[in-house]
């Protein structure tokens, strides 16, 4: 069950009104990178956790976490509209046409739709649809799906900082970078936990590794043209991070047979030529 409390996590403060921020808010609460995405992904990882309770309780605490963080931004979008109001019919009221369509920048479903208020959807104004949130059941796989959903979140809360000069708000997104690094931090300590990179890779590292082809587990594949070098790097020569193998480059080569499928059924309604058993005039 979740509890809750009347106060945010974190103080929000908006010296200037801005309905244009309010629009970039959207992206850190409905967007690929925002909050809900990562509040609906640790949160369903946890519900499906099994194995050590303990990383079951730590996702659940990170996910409510994640709540908080949502509540914080739509305060922040809401508090970003007032006196937007005026601020739209001041707009809708110029000859400009270009002027009024756009709104000055702002999203006009947070008047039309919300009130004023925050939406769960993106900068776009896309609804945020939960495709993004990724809960597999192999632990180390959602560890690293968490990491780089941090990544991209401190990446956009960096981005969203430089967008502003209003003191409050960059006082709230420096708190919210903060927990973007906390976070990156925990799930990288349950990688370590797990063993690090040996200990956890390959995922999952409870399928029997001589079930698959190993003389290509290591191989970086180079599909450049004739004569061109590839790119070189710690994926290319040394030991592999799990310790199982060595990297080397392997010059691509076609090692299957051309693909030749039978002709379309009727009732799938091609054109009548495709359905035509033409001669193979290779």
């Known amino acids: 069950m979740f509890y809750h409390d009347k106060q945010l996590q974190y103080t929000v403060r908006v010296d200037t009104p801005s309905p244009v921020f309010a629009k970039m808010l959207q992206q850190a609460i409905g967007g690929v ?7 609906l992904q640790y949160l369903f990882q ?12 730590m996702l659940m605490e990170t996910g409510t976490e994640e709540i908080g963080h949502i509540q914080m931004l739509a305060t922040a979008v ?22 009024a369509a756009t709104l000055g920048g702002m999203d006009p479903r947070q008047y039309l739709s919300a009130g004023m208020a925050a939406l769960p959807a993106d900068s776009n104004g896309v ?33 969203l900082f430089e967008m502003t000069d209003d003191p409050g ?16 931090q925990q799930w ?3 990688i370590e936990e797990l063993g690090g990179h040996p200990g956890s890779l390959p995922i999952p590292n409870s399928f029997p590794q001589d079930e698959e082809l190993t ?11 004739e004569g061109v070098d590839p790119p070189a790097g710690r994926y290319t020569e040394g030991p592999s991070l799990d310790g199982r193998g060595e990297f080397r480059v392997r010059i691509a080569r076609p090692l299957g047979q051309e693909p030749k499928l039978a002709p379309p059924i009727p009732q799938a309604y091609a054109e009548a030529q495709q359905m035509m058993d033409l001669p193979d005039k290779s």
């Open 78 to 99: 809401a508090m970003n509209l007032e006196g937007a109001p005026n601020f739209l019919k001041e707009a809708m009221a110029k000859a400009d046409p270009m002027l």
């Open 169 to 184: 708000m960059k006082d709230m997104l420096r708190f919210l970078i903060a927990r973007d690094t906390m976070h990156q």
């Open 127 to 159: 609804p945020f649809d939960a495709s993004h949130v990724y809960a597999s059941g192999n632990l180390a796989a959602d560890m690293y799906s968490n990491v780089a959903a941090e990544a991209t979140g401190r990446a956009l809360a960096c981005r």
């Open 46 to 57: 946890s519900f499906g956790a099994r194995g050590p309770a303990k990383y079951r309780d």
């Open 215 to 225: 003389e290509y587990s290591y191989d970086f594949f180079a599909t450049g043209i």
């Open 188 to 190: 990288l300590a349950v």
């Open 33 to 39: 990178e925002g909050e809900i995405r990562v509040c």
